[in-house]
Nanobody, 124 residues
Framework: QVQLEESGGGSVQAGGSLRLACTFS????????VAWFRQAPGKEREFVAG????????YYANSVKGRFTISRDNAKNTVYLQMNSLKSEDTAVYYC?????????????????WGQGTQVTVSS
């Protein structure tokens, strides 16, 4: 059984930075692709960034490319999302997801395991 827990959310002013962490329980973590999604009030959940099981492949939504960086530390069973130059439109609940995908998938249906989410609020 794989369980995920996000941490690191909070409130920050526009232009600031936050680092989210997703910590996994279960030995299967090292075989899973991992992604971050976000959901703003009244909007659908959207893909933010993803990383392959070995860390060699990463993929970003155009809206965060150049500002966010996803990485993983398999020894610590943790995936990180470093968010820089935050904008008010980045405000959302951020979810960590894991699954076995052919490539770094951007669809929510590609991921079998989900965390509870962590709130990120960016004020302008």
């Amino acid at each position: 059984q794989v369980q995920l827990e996000e941490s690191g959310g909070g409130s920050v002013q526009a232009g600031g930075s936050l680092r989210l962490a997703c910590t996994f329980s279960g030995s299967a973590f090292r075989t899973l692709d991992v992604a971050w999604f976000r959901q703003a009030p009244g909007k659908e959940r959207e893909f933010v960034a993803g990383i392959s099981w070995g860390g060699g492949v990463t993929y970003y939504a155009n809206s965060v490319k150049g500002r966010f960086t996803i990485s993983r530390d398999n020894a610590k069973n943790t995936v990180y999302l470093q968010m820089n130059s935050l904008k008010s439109e980045d405000t959302a609940v951020y979810y960590c997801a894991a699954g076995t995908t052919a490539t770094v998938a951007t669809l929510t249906s590609s991921y079998a395991y989900w965390g509870q989410g962590t709130q990120v609020t960016v004020s302008s």
